[in-house]
């Protein structure tokens, strides 16, 4: 954090805690669609994290292998160093995994199962079709979120020319994902967005 060490007493803690609970009802299409709101309580409200630390958490947790919920325990680690100790960065994974894990895994375990015994009903097929558009929403939100720092078409055409083209591709063919984010870190790493 810029050299800044931030003071957290255990109800920062709990507070931390009961939002990822809050957090995890309302991830539905998987815990990247709340990043918006993640940005808002640690980055803009309490300034626990820093913009380039909230989207380096995501980042690698969508670039490393396995679930890309781990952005959750990233920022849980950032928000613990950012109080200058390692203890209190397992701490915060611990608190924000557990927060974001528990209550929706409980929830979809039961809905599940229910839904499941009750599959044939018009009102469980109409609520499965309507959740398509609300995940979309979430996740064009949280996009929005992540490339703040570049909303200026005029300064950045190259890099939303990029996005429209990879955007194109993912919904017109079958090209793997990881071929074209290895493409856009090699464009990024050469400079030319």
Partial sequence: MSG???????????????????????????????????????????????DPQFNASIAIAQAAPGPNVLFVALMGWHVGINTGSLWMGLVGVLLTMVGIMLPSTTLTYLAAQWGHRNRSLRAVRAFKQGLAPIVIALLISTGWILTSAHNNPARDWRLWLLTLAAALLIWRTRMPLLWMLGVGALLGWFGLV
Avoid: C, K, N
């Fill in 4 to 50: 800044t060490l931030i003071s957290l007493q255990w109800s920062d803690w709990a507070q931390l805690f009961v939002h990822y609970l809050a957090l995890s009802l309302l991830s539905v299409g998987g815990a990247i669609t709340t990043a918006p709101d993640m940005h808002r309580y640690l980055v803009d409200e309490h300034h626990w994290l820093t």
